[in-house]
C-alpha cells in the first residue's frame, strides 16, 4: 500500500572539524562531532501512478535565500535518494517530491544532506519497501558523508569521511545562534584553500584525533566548556575565501558568546550561547549591527529523521 508520507530531518553543526592530509583518493580524513540542531527540513513523498519524478521546493523565510539557489533537476540530493530508493527496491513508479527547507543554503550546516535523508525515509514509507534504517543508511551513506547522521541525529561522532557513525554521551541542551549569508562558500574550495596552506607550509595537517576536552565537556553538559573546546579546521581556509565574516564572530565575542566558529566549510558563524535568552539576546545584538543576512537561533541536540504524517 502506497501513501504520502512527510518526513522532518534535522540541520546540523560540526563541534569539532579535524581534517588530516588529502589522501591519494582526493579525500581527507576527518575526525568530527556532530550535534543536530531543530533547524529542520521537511520532505513529502507521493506515490504516482506513471514514472515521473517531480520536485518542488520552499523556502521559509528565515532561509534568506533565492527561490531558484537549489536545483530542481537530477543533480538534486532529493532526486537522487529517491532514484537510489526505487532502484535499490525495483519501484518502478514516479513519486512527487515537496521540500519545505528550514536549513540555511549553502551554509555549512548539512541542509542538502537533511534533505536526502528526509528523502530516503519519506520515500521508503511512501511505497512501503519495508526498509531498514540500516539499509537507509548504506544507501545515504553512498549520497554524502553527512547524510547517515541526518537520518540519526542527536550528537555523533564522525570518522573516516565523517560517515562512520556512533553515538556520543551528551548532557543537557546547548542553545546556538546562527549568523548566515545570502551567498554560500564553495566546499571544495576550502577544502583547496585548506590543502594550499599546508602546501605552503602555514598549517600542519597531521592524523586527526577527538578532543578529550570537548568530549567531556559534551558529557558533562556544560556549555562553557563546550565554547572553549570548539575547533574546525576549515575555519582559517574559510575566512581566507570571506575575511568579512571575522567581523561577525567579532561581534558575537562582543555579547559574551561563549564560543564562536566557523560552521563546516561556511560561511554561516555558529555561536554558543549561555541559555536560550542569552541566544536570542546575541541574535538581537547580530542583527541590530547587520552584516549577516539571516540570524537564527536553535537547540540542540534535536533528533533525526522522523516521519510526520
Known amino acids: 500500500m502506497t501513501r504520502e508520507v512527510t518526513v522532518r530531518a534535522p540541520g546540523k553543526l560540526n563541534l569539532q572539524l579535524s581534517v588530516g592530509p588529502r589522501q591519494d583518493d582526493g579525500f581527507h580524513p576527518l575526525a568530527t562531532v556532530f550535534q543536530a540542531v531543530d533547524l529542520y527540513e521537511l520532505v513529502t513523498a507521493a506515490p504516482r501512478h506513471d514514472d515521473r519524478f517531480i520536485l518542488e521546493m520552499t523556502m521559509l523565510p528565515t532561509v534568506k535565500a533565492d527561490q531558484g539557489a537549489v536545483p530542481l533537476d537530477e543533480t538534486n540530493l532529493v532526486m537522487k535518494a529517491a532514484r537510489a530508493v526505487a532502484a535499490r527496491y525495483g519501484i518502478t513508479d514516479g513519486v512527487d517530491l515537496r521540500v519545505v527547507k528550514g ?27 519495508g526498509a531498514t534504517r540500516d539499509e537507509l543508511d548504506e544507501l545515504g551513506a553512498g549520497l554524502g558523508a553527512d547524510v547517515p547522521f ?14 562512520q557513525l556512533s553515538p556520543a554521551m551528551t548532557h543537557g541542551e546547548f542553545h546556538w545562534v546562527f549568523a548566515t549569508q545570502g551567498h554560500g562558500l564553495s566546499t571544495p574550495l576550502v577544502y583547496a584553500e585548506f590543502d594550499r596552506q599546508v602546501a605552503a607550509g602555514e598549517r600542519v595537517a597531521k592524523a586527526p584525533s577527538l578532543s578529550d576536552a570537548l568530549m567531556s565537556a559534551l558529557m558533562a553538559g556544560d556549555p562553557r566548556a563546550l565554547g572553549a573546546a570548539l575547533h574546525n579546521d576549515l575555519q582559517g581556509p574559510a575566512l581566507e575565501l570571506a575575511p568579512h565574516l571575522k567581523r561577525t564572530m567579532d561581534l558575537a565575542h562582543e555579547a559574551d558568546a561563549l564560543g564562536v566558529m566557523i560552521s563546516g566549510s561556511g560561511p554561516t558563524v555558529a555561536v554558543l550561547a549561555r541559555s536560550r535568552q542569552h541566544a536570542l539576546a546575541i541574535a538581537a545584538h547580530l542583527s541590530a549591527v547587520g552584516g549577516s543576512d539571516a540570524v537564527l537561533t536553535a537547540s540542540g541536540p534535536a533528533p533525526g529523521a522522523v516521519v510526520m504524517t
Open 103 to 129: 536549513v540555511p543554503v549553502a551554509g555549512g550546516m548539512a541542509g542538502g544532506s537533511a534533505d536526502a535523508g528526509a528523502a530516503l525515509l519519506a520515500c521508503a514509507e511512501a511505497w512501503d519497501v
Open 150 to 163: 541526518a537520518l540519526h541525529g542527536h550528537t555523533a561522532v564522525g570518522l573516516g569521511r565523517g560517515d
